[in-house]
């Protein structure tokens, strides 16, 4: 399953709010579908899991929709330590893949 | 707390293998299916193979297989990938993971270098 995520880079201020789309090849359960942050030089951060559930310790700022091929990640007010990559993930066929990611950078 | 740490890394020549390990703690390694994820240098994230908690069942992404070997020892706390037929684009951080469906855990990765 292929994971395509648009738009590569979105370039937002502080406070602003964000809507990142990931896209698969095929029709994923909504339990199998998971986003990450990860900032330089760290490893990933799990945010949301099974498309809307955050992840322990994730402000409510971070929301995650969507079923079938079409999911979304939205932050809603925008926090400096909020830029960074996201990537979402899927685990519907085992094969996991991940999408390769949205850029979220300072305006 | 949940703890991976991954060794092994390093430089090797094209057509070189690795052995890459990942000691677990802060929990029972047994009950947990085990990934390796990699991250080419300003590349994005690519999930490479993962193995059930008794080690009878393993997948690999079509980029690594035949090539790579995932395997653990739950009396050790370990996980392994074994690495043969490295190429040039095997460069990557890689990154040892916990969970079935998502990854809520992390090591801190280690880098493998592949060149002449």
């Known amino acids: 399953i292929v994971l395509t995520q648009s738009p590569g880079t979105v370039s937002l201020s502080p406070g602003d709010g964000a809507t990142l789309s990931c896209r698969a090849s095929?029709?994923?359960?909504?339990?199998?579908l998971a986003w990450y942050q990860q900032k330089p030089g760290q490893a990933p951060r799990l945010l949301i899991y099974a498309t809307s559930n955050r992840a322990t310790g994730i402000p409510d700022r971070f929301s995650g929709s969507g079923s079938g091929t079409d999911f979304t990640l939205t932050i809603s007010r925008l926090e400096p330590e909020d830029f960074a990559v996201y990537y979402c993930q899927q685990s519907g066929s085992s094969l996991r893949t991940f999408g390769q990611g949205t850029k979220v950078e300072i305006k | 707390e949940v703890q991976l740490v991954e060794s092994g890394g390093g430089l090797v020549q094209p057509g070189g293998s690795l052995r890459l390990s990942c000691v677990a703690s802060?929990?029972?390694?047994?009950?947990?299916?085990m990934n390796w994820v990699r991250q080419a240098p300003g590349k994005g994230l690519e999930w490479i193979s993962y193995?059930?908690?008794?080690?009878?069942?393993?997948y690999y992404a079509d980029s690594v297989q035949g090539r790579f070997t995932i395997s653990r020892d739950n009396a050790k706390n370990l996980v392994y990938l074994q690495m043969n037929s490295l190429r040039d684009d095997d460069t990557a951080v890689y990154y040892c993971t916990r969970g079935q469906n998502n990854y809520p855990d992390w090591g801190r990765g280690t880098l493998v270098t592949v060149s002449s």
């Open positions: 802060g929990f029972s390694l047994r009950t947990y299916t």
């Open positions: 193995v059930s908690g008794t080690g009878y069942s393993s």
């Open positions: 095929q029709s994923i359960s909504g339990a199998y």
